[in-house]
């Protein structure tokens, strides 16, 4: 069974940083491109950034570009969302996703490979 662990998450003021990191295994990571999307109460899930297989290119969700940073080290199946100049309407439920053998993608259907979250607040 494939797993996806995602940790960093937590409570900061506006104007702060968090950088959230999900792990799986190398036979997951080395075949997948990564992305991560948030959902917030009552509200659909929502792309945040992506990356390919090999780290070289990378998307961005238009309410988080020049904002957020996505990378990945591939020697330690470890992707990382790097999150700076957070607000309040940052606050979501984080989830890491992988998409297996194909193209990152800003649709959540078009994932194979879910985590369980990790919870951002921003707030004073």
């Known amino acids: 069974q494939v797993q996806l662990v995602e940790s960093g998450g937590g409570l900061v003021q506006p104007g702060g940083s968090l950088r959230l990191s999900c792990s799986t295994s190398?036979?997951?990571?080395?075949?997948?491109?990564m992305g991560w999307f948030r959902q917030a109460p009552g509200k659909e899930r929502e792309f945040v950034a992506a990356i390919t297989r090999s780290g070289g290119n990378t998307g961005y969700g238009d309410s988080v570009k020049g904002r957020f940073t996505i990378s990945r080290d591939n020697a330690k199946n470890t992707v990382y969302l790097q999150m700076n100049s957070l607000k309040p309407e940052d606050t979501a439920v984080y989830l890491c996703?992988?998409?297996?053998?194909?193209?990152?993608?800003?649709?959540?259907?078009?994932?194979?490979?879910w985590g369980r979250g990790t919870q951002v607040t921003v707030s004073s």
């Open positions: 996703a992988a998409r297996v053998g194909l193209p990152y993608s800003p649709d959540p259907r078009a994932y194979d490979y």
């Open positions: 190398e036979r997951t990571f080395s075949n997948s491109a």
